[in-house]
């Protein structure tokens, strides 16, 4: 039986008002992204990547997530991610930072950006740095297949 | 264009021509499509033909997947049926659109391919119907 493939996608939301991170989770956010692929490539587009298309980890503090889509249909769903303008009502933009086929990379190069974010948050979070540091790592750590 | 072998009398000793066969990849497809509502109307006018079709394209492929280019070539208001040219990679995909339309406005409609083909003559007539016509062979009953 041949594997099934999978693209990971980490992305950055670049949020274009100045207003204070809302909480998104997970799953408002896929919600997001299949909205935006029903949008832009129709029912048809939506019924091809519904089921392998899942938002792995997101962090609102650092806006970073972690997209799994299947190696068939990735194309489309970083077109649609990218097409996307507002997220609840909130004008953002999201850039695609890593594509890759292995989880290890998606990981590595998830943890190279969070790391990075936090260090620029360093002076506003203080005594928390630390804490949110090993949060970051346990959760990306987490992410699986 | 192929064609079966043929065989010539030699009595004459002439060599039978030779034969060459090319294939010509054609680029488009011209697709006749039948819209019928529900309730009927007299005349379905082109507007809403069109409107009715690229639709279908949104609802199935979505603002960029459906971004097919269509050329309208003939409609006729009365049998609310027109020929449409696409290219050859997209007809497929208006074909399945057009068919999986349902319904329009707020009129149940339905999208029905009646014929197709890769050149335009091709739909110019059915032949069944000219030789039925000219009684060269029994109508299928």
Redesign the interface.
């Known amino acids: 039986m041949v594997r099934f493939k999978n693209r990971y996608l980490v992305l950055e939301l670049i949020w274009k008002d100045s207003k204070t991170n809302e909480p998104l989770d997970e799953r408002a956010l896929v919600n997001v992204f299949r909205e935006s692929v029903q949008l832009n490539f129709g029912d048809h587009g939506l019924g091809q990547c519904y089921g392998s298309l899942q938002v792995k980890y997101m962090s609102p503090l650092t806006n970073t997530c972690v997209v799994r889509c299947s190696r068939d249909h990735y194309q489309q769903v970083w077109c649609a991610i990218t097409l996307l303008t507002e997220i609840n009502q909130r004008p953002v933009l999201l850039r695609l930072l890593k594509l890759s086929g292995t989880i290890r990379e998606c990981r590595q190069a998830a943890l190279e950006h969070v790391c990075r974010k936090l260090k620029d948050l360093e002076p506003r979070l203080k005594a928390e740095y630390g804490r949110c540091v090993e949060t970051a790592k346990q959760k990306i750590s987490a992410i699986e297949l | 264009m192929e064609g079966g072998a043929v065989s010539l009398n030699n009595a004459g000793g002439s060599e039978a021509p030779r034969k060459r066969t090319i294939n010509l990849p054609c680029d488009s497809k011209y697709l006749k499509i039948r819209m019928t509502l529900e309730p009927e109307q007299s005349t379905i006018p082109r507007e809403l033909f069109a409107r009715a079709l690229n639709e279908s394209l ?9 971004a097919v280019a269509l050329e309208f070539i003939k409609y006729d208001p009365s049998e609310a049926t027109g020929i449409i040219k696409v290219d050859n990679s997209v007809s497929q995909q208006v074909w399945a659109a057009s068919c999986l339309l349902t319904e329009y406005g707020e009129k149940k409609c339905r999208l029905e391919v009646i014929d197709s083909s890769s050149v335009l003559v091709g739909l110019a007539f059915d032949s069944r119907e000219v030789t039925a016509k000219l009684g060269l062979f029994e109508p299928d009953t």
């Open positions: 949104l609802q199935l492929y979505g603002l960029a997947g459906g």
